[in-house]
Nanobody, 121 residues
Framework: QVQLVESGGGLVQAGGSLKLSCAAS????????MGWFRQAPGKEREFVGS????????YYVDSVKGRFTISRDNAKNTVYLQMNSLKPEDTAVYYC??????????????WGRGTQVTVSS
């Protein structure tokens, strides 16, 4: 199994930046793709983007393209979500997920518990 733990959430003003981390542990060698999702109050969980664990190629949804950057540190088994130019509509609980297969839009074989991001106007 794989365990995922997110950190780095918090309160930030609109236009500001925040960097989330997702630390993976356990059988990390089975991870192929990792991704980030978010869920705003009263809304469905939304896929944000993904990164290939080995190759490092990334994919983003249009709403965050150019503002969010996903990176990884394989030595630390950690994936990051750098969020710039934050908007109030980015307010959500952000979740990290991992897949055992080479997906682009992550399915979510494994999930973290999430970290709250609040962007004030």
């Amino acid at each position: 199994q794989v365990q995922l733990v997110e950190s780095g959430g918090g309160l930030v003003q609109a236009g500001g930046s925040l960097k989330l981390s997702c630390a993976a542990s356990g059988r990390t060698f089975i991870i192929y793709t990792m991704g980030w999702f978010r869920q705003a109050p009263g809304k469905e969980r939304e896929f944000v983007g993904s990164i290939k664990w080995r190759g490092g190629s990334t994919y983003y949804v249009d709403s965050v393209k150019g503002r969010f950057t996903i990176s990884r540190d394989n030595a630390k088994n950690t994936v990051y979500l750098q969020m710039n130019s934050l908007k109030p509509e980015d307010t959500a609980v952000y979740y990290c997920a991992a897949d055992r297969s080479p997906t682009v839009v992550v399915i979510g074989d494994y999930w973290g518990r999430g970290t709250q991001v609040t962007v004030s106007s």
